[in-house]
Structures are given as structure tokens and as C-alpha cells.
């Protein structure tokens, strides 16, 4: 997995340079455009094809370009193309994945992952986002999962910072306190 992140890294700094180029549109498109693309290669049946020898370069850019399902800019097309000429194609999603995180940062935008012991209702998630982006000084992306294994509380990661304010989490903390 490593590598593919590694392999992924220079075509999604590629992919964000030519949309930040292009203007904030752009960059919106290109996103849109890379998770499309990344979920579609996903599939066991692209996957096949990408792995069949009797496609040629040519047809399995086609194949990219007609199942993106929209009409996608030259500087896109010439991306699917080189992709596929460098045999990289399955690293779609990672490059969707770090397209996403430069142009979050790029926009002041940090992803947070919410885990709850319950399900939060719209104004309890909504003030929790509102004070994370206070404490972090930026706009809270926010995704949330819900975990009954935490007892109570919550548990939030936003980059490598966590807090942890579970039951679980406090308990654990008691433990190791106890043991030492």
C-alpha cells in the first residue's frame, strides 16, 4: 500500500498543479473527475481489463475516457493517457486520495474523522465541527462513524492529532495509570 502511495504521489501533485492552473473550477472538476475514475478502476471488471494484454494503450485509454461518464478536458484525457502508458492506472485511488488532501490544504481544509458511541444529530455534529475549526484554525471537513465499542463520548482525528474523549478511552487511560 505504501508503495502505491509512493507511485501515486507525483501524478496527483501533476494532476493539482495543471487544475490549480486552471482556476478553483477546475480544481472541483479534477476532483470529481480523479474519484470517479478511481472508484471505476476499483471494480473487478476494469481491473481485468487493465490487466488484459490484448488491449492495447490506446483502446484502454478510451475504455477510461468513455467510462468516466463525462466530458473531460484535453489536459485530463492527456492524464488517463500517460497513466496508462506508464502502467499506473491502478493507482487511481491513491491519487484521487492525495489530489484531495493538497487541495484541501490548498483551500484551508482539514479532514476530521468523528467516531461516536452514538449516532450525533445535526446541531450536536455541527457545534463539534464549529469548535474543532476554532482549535484548529481552519474549515472542518468532517466524517463521522459511529462505534458502540467506544461506550460514550467521542473519539476525533484531525491529521495525526487525536482526542480522545471516549469512556473506552478514559478507562484505558485509568489502566495503564494503575498498572504503573
Known amino acids: 500500500m505504501a508503495e502505491n502511495v509512493t507511485l501515486a504521489r507525483p501524478y496527483a501533485e501533476a494532476a493539482f498543479q495543471l487544475a490549480r492552473g486552471a482556476g478553483a473550477e477546475a480544481m472541483a472538476a479534477w476532483s470529481g473527475t480523479l474519484a ?5 478502476v476499483s471494480r473487478p471488471e476494469m481491473e481485468e481489463c487493465i490487466g ?27 492524464f488517463i493517457r500517460v497513466l496508462v502508458g506508464n502502467n499506473r492506472l491502478v493507482v487511481l485511488p491513491e491519487i484521487s486520495v ?14 476530521a474523522e468523528i467516531t461516536s458511541a452514538f449516532a450525533l444529530d445535526d446541531a450536536a455534529l455541527k457545534s463539534l465541527v464549529t469548535e474543532l475549526g476554532r482549535k484548529f484554525g481552519c474549515q472542518i471537513q468532517a466524517t463521522v462513524k459511529v462505534d458502540p465499542a ?23 487511560a485509568m489502566a495503564t495509570a494503575l498498572k504503573n
Open 52 to 78: 488484459n494484454p490484448r488491449l492495447s494503450p490506446d483502446q484502454l485509454t478510451q475504455l477510461c475516457i468513455d467510462i468516466s461518464g463525462q466530458t473531460l478536458t484535453p489536459e485530463q484525457q492527456n
Open 36 to 40: 470517479h475514475l478511481a472508484a471505476a
Open 150 to 172: 467506544l461506550i460514550g463520548g467521542v473519539r476525533i482525528a484531525v491529521g495525526d492529532e487525536v482526542i480522545d474523549a471516549s469512556v473506552r478511552g478514559k478507562l484505558s
Open 98 to 111: 492525495l489530489y484531495d488532501s493538497l487541495k484541501h490544504a490548498q483551500e484551508g481544509i482539514k479532514d
